[in-house]
């Protein structure tokens, strides 16, 4: 990938409806060598899907509860099993395995407390977990889906684009 990638995946993460003429206007390429290279970022999974960022409270789901999760079973079954049941819950946005003292992070989003409590009950039902601890976040400061691209490791330009 060479700074033109960088460049169109900066505007595709900023807004993905834009058409790819307008993305190549603003890169410098033409709209066919522009869409090649989505075409491309795509095929190889760096573009891995584009998507519609909603607004939380418009569709009531404003409350975000950062749940740490500890168990006394570390096995691969466990890990599998677990999966999948927190797979069978849109509340939950994001699911991690931490280092530390924590084994398991989820970030959910609920419209309020006695949703969360549900929540909470029906995981309890589903699998053991050792202790389970919840955060409410008070004010979102920052948010963004947008990866940090400086990072990217960037090849010569391609001949002819």
Request: with cysteine; net charge neutral.
């Amino acid at each position: 990938m060479d700074r033109l990638d960088r460049k169109i995946l900066r505007l595709i993460q900023e807004d993905s409806t834009l058409a790819v003429a307008d993305i190549g206007k603003k890169v410098g390429l033409s709209t066919t060598p522009c869409w090649r290279r989505i075409q491309k970022m795509e095929e190889e999974g760096v573009i891995k899907r584009r998507v519609a960022l909603l607004d939380p409270e418009k569709v009531n789901a404003n409350v975000t509860v950062f749940v740490a999760i500890r168990t006394n079973t570390h096995s691969v079954e466990w890990l599998k099993r677990f999966s999948e049941v927190i797979a069978d819950f849109p509340e939950v946005l994001e699911f991690y395995r931490m280092s530390g003292e924590v084994d398991y992070l989820l970030r959910v989003v609920v419209p309020d407390i006695a949703a969360y409590d549900a929540f909470y009950k029906r995981l309890i039902a589903k699998i053991e977990i050792r202790d389970v601890s919840s955060s409410f976040a008070m004010e979102q400061i920052k948010f963004s889906t947008q990866l940090p691209l400086d990072y990217m490791k960037i090849e010569p330009a391609r001949n002819g684009e």
